[in-house]
């Protein structure tokens, strides 16, 4: 069966979830983290899922169950700019 789009953006936010409850409170992923995680394969696919997660991260951001950050403090979706990470909300 191949996953829809929906689906796929449902999983990734599940992943990124996961991966917050099995970290220390204060630690924060790497969307690559997630992307990994979400990929079935053992090759570099994964990296087709880098902006699905990204998107995913901006999702739970709305819905106030995650911060995406830079140098340690929480950005907007409209100012980020390079590299980020994903904690829980704080």
Known sequence: MVETDRQLARR???????????????????PSDAARE????D??????????TRRAAWRLVAAGKAEVTQAGRPVTE???????RIRRTR
């Open 12 to 30: 990734l936010e599940q992943v990124i979830m996961d991966l917050l409850e099995r970290r220390a409170a204060t630690a924060s992923i790497c």
């Open 38 to 41: 979400a990929y079935e394969g």
């Open 43 to 52: 090759d570099e696919g994964w990296r087709a899922l880098m902006e699905p």
């Open 78 to 84: 409209t100012k980020v700019h390079g590299p980020i």
